[in-house]
């Protein structure tokens, strides 16, 4: 806990009998000036004092007397301050014990390494009179004191186990060492945002050499309007069947229907298996299941779960924090990086496909089509009176009519169809392995839709109504362009029909 305010407390209170004994205040500093400047400053105020001249007395003190704060000097002798904070901090129990830093260069640097330290509060040397004892009582109040049963009781412990500085230093040290080298592994794995199959794959190798799983996955919300993927990841030696995978993936995504996931996202779910699948394996029954969410202000952008055989506190496990935070940030830069992928393809307008993209889309599953003989159909939409709109309410009116129509657009159809806008006028449809009648019904409910749901603009309520033209691929569309010809052709007909209608050709 760090502070950093000013109190106002009255320290002639601290004369009032304490029920936990007076508080015990150790100085550690190496300047006799200062030393005496705090017992004359505490003694008369009822604070018991202690003194140490060099950091490795004052750490042996600490464990020894077991103090109520502790006032070290930034450049004490063998141990400084920042070492001590350090020491002090990264035990579970003597963290407990409110360290005041006194700055003995730059009040500002000492902040920062304080900080960094671990340090609840600081004082410059100037301030040692006019601060020192509001600084005191402030921390006393902020951190529960240890009465003096607990004060006994860790004293006997210490002296059974004594305090070795070398061996401490050297587990903050090797901690230290560990956790700055899983950020680089992990920083390194922010170069493959863009390639969610490589960066996964790397992932797992690297969480697999520092934790303990039987089974592991990750999970993107990506932005884009493609499927949502749950990756699992097997350990070496680890076989299971893929009906079970298929049961992990259902239940990890049933978690998620009140977590942010609309259902036309909970609908486009797809799985992926880095490791040996075997359907000769018996089911494992999995002892813990432990998954933690990731959020960007407030969205939910991916999730991480751990299975284990046995019973495992992974909150507890000494790298899961660190990893966490690393994932969170992986996380985070791929979520960005879907973003913007997702704005270079969507019309800023409808939030649909934008052209270009759409085409390109087009171009793939006409091949796909052809080459494996498979059903596409292709709509082309239009708005109906769109521009006595534009000229009897404005652009403005003319902008929400095709927001509210895009919008009807994609709650009527299917997560693998492709919705666009078309051009500054028209919508555009691709109805992957969708036959004439399935592609005739879907337009159809969608026209009926709009007809149905009649905008307001400016309090007046504006009927809409739409007309499409319904294209499905057959032998004689030789290429997109001819396919693209037929349908606005269609279109056109739907036009001269009086709109309100959909036009399917065979043509």
């Not at 680089?184 to 520092?210: K, P, Q, W």
Request: charged fraction near 25%; proline fraction near 4%; aromatic fraction near 8%.
């Amino acid at each position: 806990m760090n502070v950093f305010s000013e109190s106002n407390s009255n320290p002639e209170q601290l004369n009032q009998p304490d029920p936990q004994g007076n508080p015990l205040i150790l100085v550690i500093h190496q300047d006799e000036l200062v030393v005496n400047a705090c017992r004359l400053a505490l003694e008369k105020h009822g604070y018991d004092i202690d003194f140490a001249q060099d950091g490795t007395e004052g750490i042996q003190k600490v464990y020894r007397l077991i103090p109520d704060v502790i006032l070290a000097g930034s450049t004490t002798p063998e141990l400084n301050g920042y070492q001590i904070c350090r020491l002090v901090k990264n035990d579970s129990v003597m963290r407990k014990i409110p360290i005041l830093l006194l700055a003995e260069q730059t009040l500002k640097m000492d902040r920062f390494w304080g900080m960094k330290a671990g340090a609840d509060d600081f004082l410059g040397k100037d301030e040692l009179e006019a601060k020192l004892l509001q600084k005191i009582q402030m921390v006393l109040e902020i951190y529960d004191r240890m009465n003096i049963q607990e004060k006994t009781l860790l004293k006997a412990n210490n002296t059974e186990n004594p305090f070795n500085i070398r061996t401490r230093l050297n587990q903050i040290l090797d901690t230290s060492l560990v956790e700055s080298m899983l950020m680089v592994e992990f920083r390194s794995l922010s170069d493959l945002v863009h390639d969610a199959d490589l960066m996964n794959y790397m992932f797992f190798s690297l969480l697999e050499s520092i934790l303990e799983y039987d089974a592991a996955a990750i999970f993107y919300n990506d932005t884009d309007k493609g499927p949502r993927i749950l990756t699992f990841h097997l350990p070496e030696g680890e076989r299971q069947p893929s009906e079970q995978i298929e049961q992990l993936m259902e239940a990890f995504f049933d978690r998620f229907k009140t977590k942010g996931l609309t259902p036309t996202q909970l609908e486009l779910q797809e799985s992926q298996v880095i490791g040996q699948l075997d359907d000769e394996a018996a089911p494992t029954a999995y002892e813990t299941v432990y998954v933690k969410d990731f959020y960007l202000d407030a969205t939910l952008i991916g999730a991480v779960a751990f299975y284990a055989k046995q019973k495992v506190d992974y909150p507890k496990i000494f790298p899961l924090h660190l990893v966490e935070d690393e994932i969170r940030l992986l996380m985070k830069l791929r979520h960005l990086y879907s973003q913007a992928q997702m704005w270079a393809i969507t019309d800023s307008l409808t939030g649909l496909f934008n052209h270009k993209h759409f085409m390109s889309v087009l171009q793939r599953e006409f091949k796909s089509a052809k080459r494996y003989e498979q059903s596409l159909a292709l709509a082309m939409i239009d708005l109906d009176g769109f521009r006595e709109l534009n000229e009897s309410w404005g652009h403005a009116c003319g902008d929400q009519a095709l927001q509210h129509v895009s919008r009807i657009l994609e709650e009527s159809f299917r997560g693998i169809d492709f919705l666009a806008r078309y051009s500054s006028k028209s919508l555009a449809v691709l109805l992957p392995q969708t036959a004439r009648e399935q592609a005739f019904v879907a337009l159809e409910r969608f026209r009926a839709r709009v007809e149905k749901s009649a905008m307001v603009w400016q309090d007046t309520t504006l009927p809409l109504k739409v007309c499409a033209g319904v294209v499905p691929l057959n032998e004689r569309h030789t290429s997109v362009s001819s396919l693209v010809r037929a349908t606005e052709n269609a279109l056109t007909a739907a036009r001269r029909r009086g709109g309100n209608c959909i036009e399917i050709s065979t043509d």
